[in-house]
T-cell receptor, first 113, second 116 residues
Framework: DAGVIQSPRHEVTEMGQEVTLRCKPISGHNSLFWYRQTMMRGLELLIY????????DSGMPEDRFSAKMPNASFSTLKIQPSEPRDSAVYFC???????????FGPGTRLTVL | AQKITQTQPGMFVQEKEAVTLDCTYDTSDPSYGLFWYKQPSSGEMIFLIYQGSYDQQNATEGRYSLNFQKARKSANLVISASQLGDSAMYFC?????????????FGIGTKLQVIP
């Protein structure tokens, strides 16, 4: 079975540009999580969805960040406008609703110049 | 208070020896889960082991075992017979809530280096 798929794997952009990160969860998983990892702050939960509905977005840093899950097999995390401090590795993870284990994608390394 | 505390920024262990990575947690939720993930230098996050708060037995997965001491709120990871490939960052995490609501918090990690 395919694991969690993220694209792109690497993204380099200039400050002010819009960035869209994509995630395809494991088939049959109903919960989807977006995390951000930096050296300074470690791994932070940004938002998570159950059955395509956002449950907790308290980790989203500011209005420049938005996330959608239009269907069970696809989610996006958008940053508009991007800033250098957004540079990080962004992970998507999925699990079954009520399940105990989250499976992570390979991550997207974002660099904002 | 920190939800997850990993007090060892870095650890060294001799190949084939056992090593314990410390993790303490803080929650008032009666139902919670504890996880360990491995992150090698390649960057992926690899699930290792899970312990539920109501589980009576300590979790084991191959060379990994979780030393769960509920009263002390600790969930240490024990790696037996260390291998060079075990060199990585190790993260302890806690899930609070059940069913449709989950809050997951990660510790800052411990960097383990296995010495030949």
């Amino acid at each position: 079975d395919a694991g969690v798929i993220q694209s792109p794997r690497h993204e380099v952009t200039e400050m002010g540009q819009e960035v869209t990160l994509r995630c395809k969860p494991i088939s049959g998983h109903n919960s989807l999580f977006w995390y951000r990892q930096t050296m300074m702050r470690g791994l932070e939960l940004l938002i998570y969805f159950n059955n395509n509905v956002p449950i907790d977005d308290s980790g989203m840093p500011e209005d420049r960040f938005s996330a959608k899950m239009p269907n069970a097999s696809f989610s996006t995390l958008k940053i508009q406008p991007s800033e250098p401090r957004d540079s990080a590795v962004y992970f998507c993870a999925s699990s079954q609703v009520g399940g105990d284990t989250q499976y992570f994608g390979p991550g997207t390394r974002l660099t904002v110049l | 208070a920190q939800k997850i505390t990993q007090t060892q920024p870095g650890m060294f262990v001799q190949e084939k020896e056992a090593v314990t990575l410390d993790c303490t947690y803080d929650t008032s939720d009666p139902s919670y889960g504890l996880f360990w993930y491995k992150q090698p230098s390649s960057g992926e996050m690899i699930f290792l082991i899970y312990q539920g708060s109501y589980d009576q037995q300590n979790a084991t997965e191959g060379r990994y075992s979780l030393n769960f001491q509920k009263a002390r709120k600790s969930a240490n990871l024990v790696i037996s017979a260390s291998q060079l490939g075990d060199s990585a960052m190790y993260f302890c995490a806690m899930r609070e809530g059940i069913g449709g609501y989950q809050k997951v918090t990660f510790g800052i990690g411990t960097k383990l280096q296995v010495i030949p």
